[in-house]
């Protein structure tokens, strides 16, 4: 497995649109002098248009199948957290917290995972239910790992860690992820 890290997606996603255009372009070239060439040239300009084809479709590939931002939902209550995420398709990041966090990790009850349901029609999973691990290393942990970080605690109070361009976020923002079906009434009932 290739992990990519975050600037190294941008870079690719330029390189991508890059190639487009240049591919364009050279589509464009051949098209206005195809007719006018001999037939050895005819031939290496089918061969050229090809190879700007092919570019063309995988570049167009790999810009569809570019992931999307990875959020994770910090619920903080007293000595234990819930983390809920939109990238489950990437476990292996689950599987990094869940090794380092080691034996702090506990599996849900049936009535806990009746309680987080609610968010999945927002796309977020309640993932791992962790207890005894202090909020700051928990949080320096999953900014490290997802480009969005959201912390609730049990008062309503959002901390959102914009981790896009750097591991480290050096300020937060007092934003709430958008959740439409799920309310923070949900979090004190939960307690």
């Known amino acids: 497995m290739v992990v990519v890290q975050r600037n190294e997606v941008s870079r690719t996603r330029m390189l991508g649109l890059l190639t487009i255009l240049l591919s364009a372009a050279v589509l464009g070239g051949i098209a206005q002098v195809y007719s006018s060439q001999p037939d050895a040239i005819r031939f290496v300009l089918v061969l050229l248009m090809a190879a700007a084809l092919i570019a063309v ?40 917290l869940r090794d380092i966090l080691g034996e702090n990790v506990f599996a849900f009850s049936d009535e806990e995972r009746a309680r987080w349901k609610g968010l999945e029609a927002d796309g977020f999973y309640a993932t791992l239910y962790v207890r005894g691990v202090r909020k700051l290393i928990m949080v320096r942990l999953c900014t490290m790992i997802f480009d969005d970080v959201f912390v609730a605690d049990r008062n309503g ?10 591991p480290e976020p050096s300020f937060t923002k007092p934003d709430m992820p958008a959740l439409k079906s799920w309310k923070m009434r949900d979090l004190a009932d939960n307690s």
């Open 157 to 166: 109070r959002w901390e959102h860690y914009d981790c896009s361009r750097t």
């Open 57 to 96: 479709f995988l570049s167009i590939l790999q810009l569809y199948s570019h992931p999307k931002r990875s959020q994770v939902l910090l619920f903080h209550r007293d000595d234990e957290m819930v983390l809920a995420t939109n990238a489950i398709h990437e476990g292996f990041k689950l599987r990094f």
